[in-house]
């Protein structure tokens, strides 16, 4: 699913994840430059998806270092609630490395039963880095408190298996599909098979991230499953 962008230029993310994960469609045209930026939330602009568009950023990162992807739905009147979460968290993850790179406004759903504001891109150093954080003792009740700052949060991540560049160029659209799959291998030929049409019509995949692990919850729950594939 694409979005035509007004100079007739576009391109298409492409994040291919797990069974588990519904259908999810949207447009993101706003584009918000974070590099090399220290965690200190991964949701302080997304609610502000009508904030104009910035510089482009690009998503840099070397073999075994942990791709995350995450989007929030922040809760309406809680804004409270998530700087007490980020002033909570923020001195655990910041000094593992945890930095956010940018992020991708959403304008718009196409197919989804699920609201985020924005797609936001971050990097560990590696998987021991992500793991430390984990494995701390104060991190299981602070990572609860999660519903009462945001309506859902889904994180998606992956630990890279080889080098990684994406840019993003706020002159064009993208459009980010979480994809709901029984086989693995039916879908796999339904992308190669669109890509040639995709090309004739001046698009491209930007990235297919295969493999990932899904975090999430949607509504009140406080319980956060993990499941990687």
């Not at 492409?14 to 090399?36: D, I, N, Q, W």
């Not at 809680?78 to 490395?97: E, H, K």
């Amino acid at each position: 699913m694409v979005q035509k962008s007004t100079n007739a230029q576009w391109n298409t993310a492409m994040f291919k994840l797990t069974k588990h994960a519904p259908l999810l469609a949207v447009t993101c045209t706003s584009l918000v430059a974070l590099c090399g930026t220290a965690y200190t939330s991964y949701a302080q602009e997304a609610h502000d998806a009508s904030a104009p568009a910035k510089q482009g950023f690009t998503v840099k990162a070397d073999k075994g270092q942990v791709i995350q992807l995450i989007a929030p739905d922040a809760r309406e009147g809680a804004q409270a609630a998530r700087q007490a979460y980020y002033d909570s968290t923020g001195p655990l993850s910041g000094p593992l490395g945890f930095t956010r790179i940018g992020q991708l406004n959403v304008s718009r759903k196409i197919i989804s039963d699920y609201d985020p504001g924005a797609f936001i891109f971050f990097l560990w150093p590696d998987e021991a880095s992500y793991q430390q954080l984990q494995d701390d003792p104060r991190w299981p009740a602070l990572s609860a408190t999660r519903p009462d700052g945001w309506d859902g949060l889904k994180i998606y991540g992956l630990t890279l298996d080889q080098d990684l560049a994406i840019s993003f160029d706020p002159a064009k659209h993208y459009t980010v599909v979480v994809a709901w799959l029984e086989n693995a291998g039916d879908y796999d030929r339904y992308l190669d098979g669109i890509e040639p049409a995709m090309e004739r019509a001046g698009g491209r995949f930007v990235y297919k991230m295969r493999g990932a692990t899904v975090e999430a919850f949607v509504g009140q729950s406080t319980r956060l499953a993990t499941d990687a594939y």
